[in-house]
């Protein structure tokens, strides 16, 4: 059975850090992109980084420069730290495991909330 279990989230003052994790189970997690995505309320879900098999990385506009996503294959565990946060940052962060073109998984979410 395939788990992704996303913590770390919380409540954060605009300007504070969070350093998100996702611990994978149930699949062969170093030969899976992992994917990180939000929603905010009434808002689709998007794609905010994404760090592939080899460990190529990609970052979303809105966050480049204050966002770091990595992994730890030995852990299967793969984290987003998050900087200089906004309330624009406000929403639920889930966690992609994908192999295309089958594979896909998604875990529950955790909840980021920047406000003071």
């Known amino acids: 059975q395939v788990q992704l279990v996303e913590s770390g989230g919380g409540l954060v003052q605009p300007g504070g850090s969070l350093r998100l994790s996702c611990a994978a189970s149930?699949?062969?997690?170093?030969?899976?992109?992992m994917d990180w995505y939000r929603q905010a309320p009434g808002k689709q879900r998007t794609l905010v980084a994404r760090?592939?098999?080899?460990?190529?990385?990609y970052y979303a506009d809105s966050v480049k420069g204050r966002v770091t996503v990595s992994r730890d294959n030995a852990k299967k565990t793969v984290y987003l730290q998050m900087n200089t946060l906004t309330p624009e940052d406000t929403a639920v962060y889930y966690c992609n495991a994908n192999f295309p073109p089958l594979d896909n998984y998604w875990g529950q979410g955790t909840q980021v909330t920047v406000s003071s």
């Open positions: 149930g699949i062969t997690f170093r030969v899976y992109a």
């Open positions: 760090i592939t098999s080899t460990g190529t990385t």
